[in-house]
């Protein structure tokens, strides 16, 4: 454990913004149909990171005092399992989550399969698990992580609005619910994990490079996320067969595809899908998620096979819940003075490879890494700050944009409509990885060998000397 002294790196003021858990003093557990989730896996896991490496001064800053979004499951990989585990939370993750064992990718219209991906060594070869859960579970052990770390405060209720400094000491001014006036904040290091939308980037982008648009793409694609428990599945024997394996289950189809798998201890099964976007096409600026329509969402899988139509039957009229699935270019910088970046604000991702919350809790660990590495006598030199922050983009940039891209590719070859290419992927999911890869690459033993064996806080130990020397 650091030790404390004068004035040591541990004492520097670090605001978080993003949390998106409710103020709750126990792990919250949401019914599947509740209107009730938390994500803000970034922010959660940057305070804890930097937490549990001994800070004592961390403030994070929420706009939710609750939220108000559907429930999902989320599927969490060896490599964020390794980083949760340091956290101290992965036992309370492991105990209501499922570990995953398999995976079979079906041809969405016959329900054959096209390959069955055996991982029973996951946890063998990478050290961790392969596990899937309610997103509650995640976002529930980082907070109550969270709140045993008296060094972390919560703000909830409370929205940056403005950053009137970068750098040395940044400048923040926040809105909160509890007090009329807005309030100015400053902190020696701010870290942004605001989302998709991040407010944070455009500020960011604008300062540094003079750019009024932050590139946000429109990837054409939205998900329906949906949650059925063990009594609604009761009346179809082969949906219950799925709910108790250990199994992810991926069904493809022309321009479409749901995925799904156990979560909450087998009790609940969770599926989510992506499917081209119609409804969200003319209301880019507004909310990205909206109430779908259970006709609409039958008609988008009308082709598929009748076990596909069973499971999305069963969900209750008025509960289906639609997002918008955007992404952004490559951004020219991810950090800016004493200010960075962190998950979705910077490398929002298609879901394609399950590696999005994965990244966002991967870069706070690496951010409490790096930071811890300023010498005393610099933690008022901006300079020295930036350089630092800077070490943390040269680690993450590289790998995060290469799993983007990765999942929008892996999106493309899944939706292959009739003809040779969807032949070709066809024969190479019937080889079943024997050659080492899967057309699927969220299945496909190099994809994951690349990006589960990535120890991204050691690398960043490993490394930090020379990449900041390179500055
Ligand atoms: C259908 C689907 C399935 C997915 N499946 C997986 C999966 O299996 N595995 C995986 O790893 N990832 C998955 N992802 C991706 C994952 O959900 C996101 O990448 C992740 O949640 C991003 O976390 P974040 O903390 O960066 O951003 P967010 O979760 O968006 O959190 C941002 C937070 O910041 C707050 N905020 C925003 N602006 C402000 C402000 N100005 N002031 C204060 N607070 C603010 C918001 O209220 C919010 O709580 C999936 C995504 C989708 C859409």
């Not at 959660?44 to 403030?59: E, H, P, R, V």
Request: net charge neutral.
């Amino acid at each position: 454990m650091p030790h404390s002294t004068a004035a040591d790196v541990y004492d520097l003021r670090i605001v978080v913004i993003g949390a998106g858990t409710s103020p709750l003093k126990t792990t919250p557990r949401p019914t599947p149909r509740s209107l009730t989730t938390l994500s803000g896996m970034g922010g959660l896991g940057t305070a804890l990171a930097f937490a549990k490496k001994g800070f004592k001064n961390i403030s994070v800053y929420e706009t939710a005092s609750n939220l108000g979004f559907v429930g999902a499951g989320i599927q969490m990989p060896p490599n964020v399992m390794r980083v949760l585990d340091r956290l101290g939370v992965a036992p309370e993750i492991e105990a209501e989550a499922t570990d995953v064992q398999a995976t079979s990718i079906r041809q969405g219209s016959t329900n054959e399969e096209l390959a069955h991906v055996s991982m029973p060594d996951i946890r063998e070869k990478y050290g961790f698990p392969h596990l899937t859960g309610h997103r509650s579970n995640l976002a529930g052990s980082l907070y109550n992580g969270c709140l045993k770390e008296p060094a972390i405060k919560f703000h909830f209720g409370t929205s940056l609005v403005n950053i009137t400094s970068f750098s040395p000491k940044p400048t923040l001014i926040f809105r909160s619910r509890a007090q009329e006036e807005e309030f100015i904040v400053e902190c020696d290091i701010l870290l942004s994990a605001d989302g998709i939308k991040s407010l944070t980037r455009s500020h960011l982008l604008r300062a540094s490079h003079n750019l009024t648009q932050t590139e946000e793409e429109d990837t054409g694609q939205a998900a329906y996320r949906i949650m059925l428990t063990r009594e609604q599945l009761a009346p179809f024997p082969e949906l219950i067969k799925l709910l108790n394996s250990n199994t992810v289950v991926r069904w493809v189809g022309e321009r479409r595809h749901i995925i799904a798998y156990p979560v909450s201890n087998h009790n609940i099964y969770n599926i989510s899908t992506a499917h081209p976007d119609t409804n969200f096409a003319s209301a880019t600026s507004a909310t990205y998620t909206t109430k779908g329509s259970k006709s609409q969402m039958l008609s988008v899988f009308e082709t598929f096979c009748p076990l596909v139509q069973d499971m999305l039957n069963l969900v209750p009229d008025g509960e289906v819940c639609e997002w918008k699935l955007r992404i952004h270019k490559p951004l020219p910088t991810w950090v800016h003075g004493s200010v960075a970046l962190v998950g979705d604000a910077c490398h929002a991702t298609l879901p394609h490879l399950s590696q999005g919350a994965a990244m966002a809790i991967e870069d706070g660990a690496v951010l409490a890494e790096v930071v811890s590495e300023i010498p005393a006598e610099k933690i008022h030199d901006g300079e020295t700050i930036t350089k630092t922050l800077k070490v943390y983009e040269l680690l993450r940039k590289p790998h995060c944009t290469a799993l983007v891209d990765l999942a929008t590719h892996s999106g493309r070859v899944l939706h292959l409509g009739e003809g040779k290419a969807k032949e070709e992927r066809d024969k190479a999911f019937k080889e079943n990885g024997k050659s080492g890869s899967v057309p699927d690459k969220w299945a496909s033993p190099d994809v994951q060998k690349m990006i589960y064996a990535n120890d991204c806080v050691k690398e960043a130990r490993e490394r930090f000397g020379e990449l900041f020397a390179s500055l």
